[in-house]
Every structure is written in structure tokens, then in C-alpha cells.
């Protein structure tokens, strides 16, 4: 079966602009985390999505924002961009919340320029 | 919420030597403990999982086993390979059903 697919694989953006990132995960898994990867801070929860709301939420400030369709497909959306920003967007799908082996796609690489 | 903490940082080993990494969780209703490898510029992929009912599971060269009271789990991968090379990452879920990772790491297999 196809696996988690994140679109697109690289974005390219100027700080104060707002960029939307795509996760498609694996057919029959309604919940959808996604994380930002840097350099040595490993994988930092954003948020977690379930039957198209919102579980929980990491220690992000506002400008991250999420959501999710009745498909299951989740986008997050960063807006007024900062050199910060930059990072691996990793989301991950399972079949159920937290107990389950989450399934991560291939990431997303922002760079802030 | 959970709090994860994974130690060392950085581990370098013999081939053929064992490796261990520990992780610590804060939240005692936790009870789902999986171990992700990210080999580099690939997505992390699950090695290894055990739940809060069971000690100890083992895969091969990998174990994992789990102390409920101290509130900590460790991975253990013997006779270790070049392909071994990688960081691991813990993670636990706790009541908010969400998986905490912890912050990885680096192993290195030397020749």
C-alpha cells in the first residue's frame, strides 16, 4: 500500500511570507502528527489531528496553524516566515492515536531565506 | 504533558561491540514505547516497540526492555554492523495519547 506522502519535497521562501505544506497519509489512518526536524533539537511536536480535529498542540506560537480534511489529508500553514523557520517538516500517519506505529512521510525541507 | 529525555547524545562503538541507549519518561500513565531509526536524509522508521504490560522484547540483535517503577526503557543492539549507524530516536505516549520523542542519538559504528 502506498505510504505517507508529503508534498512539496522543498520549498524555497522569503521571510515574511506564508508557505502551506501538504500531508497525504496511508489509507485508513485518521490520525496525522507532524513534527519539526532540526539539527540537534531531534523531532519537535507541532500538533496532532484526529477525525479532522485537533488533539493536541506542541509549543509553537501561532504562526503554525493546522488542519485537516475529512479524507485524513492535513495541511499545516506557517505564516509571516522567519530565518527560524527553516527546517525537516516530518508528518506522520497511524491507525490509531498514540498506540499504534506511526508512519512518517519524507518530509518537507523549508529554507528562509 | 510527557517529557522524554534520551541519553547519550552521541555513541560510538566497535563493529561487533554492543550499544545501548536509555530514556526516561516523566508521565507514569504512559504506555506505548516505540525506537525510531533515521538513517541519514531518510524518514525515521520504527525498529522496535514494547507496551507498558511487558519487560523486556527482543528482534534479532535488537532489545528493548522497560522498567515501569524507575520509569525508564533502554534499546539494546548487539553485535552491531556498519548499517547500524544512524540516529535513534525514543519516543513514549502518554495520557494525552500523543508520542513524545526524545532528543536522539547518534550512533556511530566504527570499522
Known amino acids: 500500500k502506498a505510504g505517507v506522502t508529503q508534498t512539496p519535497r522543498y520549498l524555497i521562501k522569503t521571510r515574511g511570507q506564508q508557505v502551506t505544506l501538504s500531508c497525504s497519509p496511508i489509507s485508513g489512518h485518521r490520525s496525522v502528527s507532524w513534527y519539526q526536524q532540526t539539527p540537534g533539537q531531534g523531532l519537535q511536536f507541532l500538533f496532532e489531528y484526529f477525525s479532522e480535529t485537533q488533539r493536541n498542540k506542541g509549543n509553537f506560537p501561532g504562526r503554525f496553524s493546522g488542519r485537516q480534511f475529512s479524507n485524513s489529508r492535513s495541511e499545516m500553514n506557517v505564516s509571516t516566515l522567519e530565518l527560524g523557520d527553516s527546517a525537516l517538516y516530518l508528518c506522520?500517519?497511524?491507525?490509531?492515536?498514540?498506540?499504534?506505529?506511526?508512519?512518517f512521510g519524507q518530509g518537507t525541507r523549508l529554507t528562509v531565506v | 504533558g510527557e517529557n522524554v529525555e534520551q541519553h547519550p547524545s552521541t555513541l560510538s562503538v566497535q563493529e561487533g561491540d554492543s550499544a545501548v541507549i536509555k530514556c526516561t519518561y516523566s508521565d507514569s500513565a504512559s504506555n506505548y514505547f516505540p525506537w525510531y531509526k533515521q538513517e541519514l536524509g531518510k524518514r525515521p522508521q520504527l525498529i522496535i516497540d514494547?507496551?507498558?504490560?511487558?519487560g523486556e522484547k527482543k528482534d534479532q540483535r535488537i532489545a528493548v526492555t522497560l522498567n515501569k517503577t524507575a520509569k525508564h526503557f533502554s534499546l539494546h543492539i548487539t553485535e552491531t554492523q556498519p548499517e547500524d549507524s544512524a540516529v535513534y530516536f525514543c519516543a513514549a505516549t502518554g495520557s494525552a495519547r500523543q508520542l513524545t520523542f526524545g532528543s536522539g542519538t547518534q550512533l556511530t559504528v566504527l570499522p
Open positions: 506522520a500517519s497511524s491507525l490509531e492515536r498514540g498506540i499504534t506505529e506511526a508512519f
Open positions: 514494547i507496551r507498558s504490560n511487558v
